[in-house]
């Protein structure tokens, strides 16, 4: 049996990965058997780079966790080779970068399952979120979809003004 120390490592491990789960906007888990060193270091920086914290897993302490705040759905998903890969910005980001880093590299890596937002989501449903373009990317889509009808209107009445015999619309005066 282990000692009181060990146990209470444990329990603290246990309970920083619950707390961590719990304040996650996203939290990834992934199967990353095969990758070598090369490869992982190339992941972990897209990773450092998004403001994702990519860690390697024990699964015990890690479903522990998960059960701790009530992601029982997770026991089946955590044996082999698991990382998890979690933030607190942009949701998208860790599945985005797992799928795109898996596409470059012959699916070395691949999602096992996780959670956006609160909601426990599956490695499929992941995988379709990884396809998406990152938050901001997809704001400014938004934004540009907004500003397109008033930007055709008013080339559209610069362009009557002009062939009704008016003046330039950027000012300028003729002298």
Do not use: H, W
Request: hydrophobic residues 45%; proline residues 3%; negative net charge.
């Amino acid at each position: 049996m282990p000692n009181q120390k060990v146990l209470e490592s444990k329990q603290a491990i246990v309970d920083a990965m619950a707390e961590k789960l719990k304040n996650a906007t996203a939290a990834v888990f992934v199967d990353y058997k095969g990758i070598n060193v090369a490869q992982d270091t190339a992941l972990r920086n897209q990773f450092r780079e998004a403001g994702v914290e990519y860690t390697v897993v024990k699964n015990t302490l890690t479903r522990f966790a998960a059960n701790k705040i009530g992601y029982s759905q997770f026991d089946e998903l955590l044996n082999g080779t698991t990382s998890l890969a979690c933030t607190t910005g942009d949701p998208i980001a860790p599945a985005r970068i797992v799928c795109e880093f898996a596409k470059k590299n012959k699916d070395l890596i691949k999602i096992k399952g996780g959670l956006i937002e609160g909601s426990v989501l599956s490695a499929d449903e992941l995988n379709a979120f990884g396809e998406l373009p990152s938050k901001d990317a997809l704001l400014s889509q938004v934004l540009g979809t907004f500003l397109a009808p008033i930007t055709s209107l008013a080339v559209v009445l610069d362009q009557i003004c002009q062939k009704l015999g008016g003046a330039p619309a950027d000012g300028a005066a003729d002298a």
